[in-house]
């Protein structure tokens, strides 16, 4: 016996389907930055448009989604992405509403995964989502340190067919249908920093008393140190910075080395600079992350060029702070009152170039 439910009965057996197969994050990205905006259009193509007229489905925007030249725009609402090949998780608001008769539902708060190569949905009032196509191909272009990608093609699996199907009692739409195209133009809520150099030029005064100390200062590779100049030079290996405010961390390799004469070396290494309303520098020493100096901001200047994505920052005052200052004047076998806290110790700038 064949029994025919009604549509809250079909949108049920859909929606349930639906909450089997719920869409993660993926795992073991590579670089990647936050979005904090933007939009993407999903174009449909001429034989979803021509499948869906002969069902006698209609198609519109979910509010916040708009109409706007033969597309729907769906706002960016969150996910991550590489930045440099777009792949990772595109999550929006609003979303595709299908109407039949007097039955409608729609694919919300869809998900494009371009690292899986999948798109998601949730389903009239499901709390899940799940995958309901595929999404392949598309042209990745630079727009600053912004990321867009252009014509990647959204193709129905079979769930997201079946999803289709059974709520509107057909049988019409089949799997592998192309739905369309999407066109991401995504605005990153950060910058991710890949390579560059940051330097901290010691003061005369500095200088002077590590001298005075017998102290030799070195650099532990892959850093080096310009004794002629006092500055020691740290590769940046990786960072996310605020685009706007530059808030955030900087990572780098190397160190820095003090050896009093006569006794072994004291390796200060991994350099980490933390930009916020308290900004610090911390390093590596004993195993343990420990911060030892705060940074003056108050006279920094900077440079972004968007064009080539690099970031430059001068002007810092590093001053030590009352761990670093106790610490060193043990570990050197300094006189109480060599180091203080609040000493202007160095300036430190750097050039960084984003991915």
């Known amino acids: 016996m064949t029994t025919r439910l009604g549509w809250h009965g079909r949108l049920a057996v859909a929606t349930a389907a639906l909450a089997t197969l719920v869409v993660a994050a993926p795992a073991g990205a590579a670089t990647t930055v936050r979005l904090a905006g933007g939009s993407t259009s999903v174009k449909l193509s001429s034989k979803a448009t021509s499948a869906f007229k002969q069902a006698g489905i209609k198609v519109s925007p979910a509010k916040p989604a708009k109409s706007r030249g033969g597309s729907i725009v769906l706002p960016i609402s969150g996910g991550s992405i590489d930045p440099a090949t777009a792949k990772g998780v595109i999550v929006h608001k609003g979303g595709i509403t299908l109407k039949m008769g007097k039955g409608k539902f729609t694919l919300g708060s869809l998900t494009l995964n371009t690292a899986k190569g999948t798109f998601a949905a949730k389903v009239g009032r499901s709390r899940a989502a799940a995958t309901i196509g595929t999404v392949k ?3 990745v272009a630079r727009n600053g340190f912004a990321t867009n990608l252009s014509g990647a093609k959204l193709t129905l699996n079979k769930l997201g067919a079946a999803t289709i199907n059974t709520a509107f009692g057909i049988d019409a739409i089949k799997a592998g249908l192309q739905l369309g195209t999407a066109s ?4 990153p809520a950060e910058i991710a920093l890949t390579r560059g150099t940051t330097k901290l030029a010691f003061t005369a005064t500095t200088a002077g008393a590590l001298t005075q100390l017998r102290v030799a200062v070195g650099a532990v590779a892959p850093a080096t140190f310009d004794a002629a ?7 940046i290996t990786r960072g996310t910075v605020d685009p706007a405010t530059l808030a955030g961390s900087i990572f780098h390799s190397g160190g820095l080395s003090l050896t009093k004469a006569g006794s072994a070396p004291t390796e200060l290494t991994q350099p980490i600079i933390t930009l916020s309303t308290s900004p610090t520098l911390a390093v590596t020493f004993g195993g343990s992350s420990l911060a030892i100096a705060d940074l003056d901001i108050s006279r920094l200047t900077r440079s972004i060029d968007s064009r080539s994505r690099t970031i430059s920052l001068a002007g810092a005052g590093v001053k030590l702070n009352q761990t670093a200052a106790s610490a060193l ?3 050197l076998g300094a006189p109480d009152g060599s180091f203080r806290a609040g000493d202007l110790i160095a300036t430190a700038s750097l050039t960084a170039t984003a991915r």
């Open 137 to 139: 191909g598309g042209k």
């Open 329 to 331: 004047t043990g570990i």
């Open 184 to 187: 991401v133009v995504s605005q």
């Open 229 to 235: 100049t006092g500055t020691l030079s740290f590769p």
